[in-house]
Structure formats: structure tokens, C-alpha cells
């Protein structure tokens, strides 16, 4: 089992950043683990955000966020982070962090084992 923990979620003005944090436990990385950052606004179904391989050599990002997010990990340090740029009013939902065993990063949130509780974040205008 892998436990994911999310932190770094808050409000923020439009234009602002912020940087999420997810932080692994349990019988963490003893194997290889894709991890992902999905969001869900109120109202709306959960959309996947960002993806990084194992190894980080890849990442793969929805269209509304390229250039303005960047998702990164620190296996050493069981965390994966999604630095967010540029903020919009439309970026405002609940983030979560998922992992997946393998290296190949997917995009469905049915693909994923192991969910965080998730993060708010809050962009106002």
C-alpha cells in the first residue's frame, strides 16, 4: 500500500503561483510508480492535470495548463511536486495526487491505485 499526502494548496490572486507538494509513504517507490496530479472543480468531473514517469525522463500535461505548470519528483525524498504559474480564476478545484505502478504515464483517472485526499486551491479575480 502507498499512503499520498498533498500540501501547498491556498488561495491566491489571478497571476499568482503556488506549489503542491505530494509526499509518498508505506512501501513507497520499492517498485516504480507513475504519478499524477488530477483536479476536480465543484460540480465537474475529476480531469487529470500533469503526469511524470518514474524515472522523470517523461511528462505529459493537459492543454489548459502547458506553460504554466510543471510537474517534477524527488524520489530520494518520496515527493512529487506540480509548480503552478500563471494562475486563473478556472485553475480553482481540489487537487489530488495519484500513483499508478509502472512507468508509463496514463491519463484516466480509472488508471491510478492510490489517491491522496487532495488540496484546495482557490484563484480569485
Known amino acids: 500500500q502507498v499512503q499520498l499526502v498533498e500540501s501547498g494548496g491556498g488561495m491566491v490572486q489571478a497571476g499568482g503561483s503556488l506549489r503542491l507538494s505530494c509526499t509518498a509513504s508505506?512501501?513507497?517507490?520499492?517498485?516504480?510508480?507513475?504519478m499524477a496530479w488530477f483536479r476536480q472543480a465543484p460540480g465537474k468531473e475529476r480531469e487529470f492535470v500533469a503526469a511524470?514517469?518514474?524515472?522523470?525522463?517523461?511528462?505529459y500535461y493537459t492543454d489548459s495548463v502547458k506553460g504554466r505548470f510543471t510537474i517534477s519528483r524527488d524520489n530520494a525524498k518520496n515527493t512529487v511536486y506540480l509548480q503552478m504559474n500563471s494562475l486563473k480564476p478556472e485553475d480553482t478545484a481540489v487537487y489530488y495526487c495519484?500513483?499508478?505502478?509502472?512507468?508509463?504515464?496514463?491519463?484516466?483517472?480509472?488508471?491510478?491505485?492510490?489517491w491522496g485526499q487532495g488540496t484546495q486551491v482557490t484563484v480569485s479575480s
Open positions: 495519484a500513483a499508478r505502478g509502472g512507468n508509463i504515464i496514463l491519463i484516466a483517472v480509472t488508471a491510478y491505485d492510490y
Open positions: 511524470i514517469s518514474w524515472s522523470g525522463g517523461s511528462t
Open positions: 508505506g512501501r513507497t517507490f520499492s517498485r516504480a510508480y507513475a
